[in-house]
């Protein structure tokens, strides 16, 4: 998809050999090959279209190819990222899978994953769950352009996420606070700033 994505800004049509030559140079740093089978999995999700030879995204998806490009590139970079092993020491390992998904932007997957993790934790670990599961709503409601459903929702999770200080589950959590500290007023007047990253241990190459 991030293939695809980066040669097809438009959403238009493209030569599989085109998009699956590419799909090779992007997968050599990290030793994977693409095959057509794999490609197919994203054809049948209809996240793709495929025909006569030919990608594209399907024509309801083009008038938001500018979206598909961006989160495509956001997938690429956080699947490449969790190719490493995470540092020591982690949380468990569900619980990185979703901060990873943050902090390379994937917002809605993070709200979805971490709101999953909510559902079956301990008693002690679901303010937790749901404060990330409300931060994670927010950001994505900031990139939608909703200011005021963002901002109810960044005071809902601090709220949650602050008797959880200094740290929970290999979080950091004063740190992730004091990253959250301008984006009341960013949220309020519509302003952009670097993302809080979650995974604090790590340096995220490229991340938004």
Do not use: I
Request: glycine share 8%.
């Amino acid at each position: 998809m991030a293939a695809y994505a980066q040669l097809a800004p438009d959403g238009g049509p493209l030569p599989v050999e085109w998009v699956q030559e590419h799909a090779t140079r992007l997968a050599r740093p990290v030793a994977w090959t693409g095959s057509r089978s794999e490609l197919a999995v994203a054809v049948q999700a209809r996240v793709l279209w495929q025909g006569r030879g030919r990608l594209a995204l399907p024509r309801a998806y083009r008038p938001y190819s500018r979206y598909f490009q961006v989160q495509a590139d956001r997938l690429h970079r956080a699947a490449v990222f969790l190719l490493d092993p995470p540092p020591a020491p982690e949380p468990e390992r569900s619980t990185y899978l979703g901060l990873v998904l943050f902090d390379f932007g994937l917002f809605f997957a993070c709200h979805e994953h971490f709101e999953g993790l909510w559902r079956t934790a301990a008693a002690e670990d679901r303010g937790f769950y749901q404060g990330l599961v409300q931060l994670a709503a927010a950001f994505y409601h900031h990139e939608k352009g909703n200011r005021p459903g963002a901002r109810v929702l960044l005071d809902r999770a601090k709220e949650r996420l602050v008797t959880y200080r200094p740290s929970h589950l290999g979080l950091d959590v004063d740190l992730l606070l004091e990253q959250l500290t301008p984006w009341e007023e960013r949220y309020a007047q519509g302003t952009p700033g670097p993302y809080p990253v979650l995974v604090s241990a790590r340096k995220l190459p490229g991340a938004v």
